[in-house]
């Protein structure tokens, strides 16, 4: 029996490996376009447009309306709480929560 699985495995791995490598068309792990424009939007404050422009428009409306105020209001007040000083560790911040967004709105794998 345990042969016989194997052997189904082994046959059903190689044909999908083939099908995938041979239909010629590279497969996309994320939609480009998607994710330059929320990196863009996610420099001045929109963040989920990446989301949104994937069809993830449940998750792009809570980033938009919910998690990205909530956040750019804890960040910045941490910038005025620190007379400014907060901003060294603030700003790479910013960017960084920027790109992870707009890197997992923009992946085509849910």
């Not at 424009?37 to 309306?65: E, R, T």
């Not at 209001?73 to 941490?78: E, R």
């Not at 000083?85 to 603030?90: E, I, K, M, P």
Request: hydrophobic share 50%; glycine share 16%.
């Amino acid at each position: 029996m345990k042969e016989k699985n194997e052997h189904i495995y082994e046959a059903g791995f190689e044909d999908g490996f083939r099908a995938a490598a041979g239909s010629g068309q590279p497969l996309e792990a994320r939609n480009q376009t998607a994710f330059v424009l929320g990196l863009i939007a996610g420099f001045f404050g929109v963040w989920g447009l990446s989301h949104v422009l994937n069809n993830k428009v449940g998750s792009g409306c809570l980033w938009m309306l919910i998690i990205g105020p909530v956040l750019a209001g804890i960040l910045g007040g941490a910038i005025v709480a620190t007379g400014g000083l907060g901003a060294v560790v603030v700003v790479p911040l910013w960017l960084y929560i920027v790109y992870a967004q707009a890197k997992s709105g923009a992946s085509n794998f849910n």
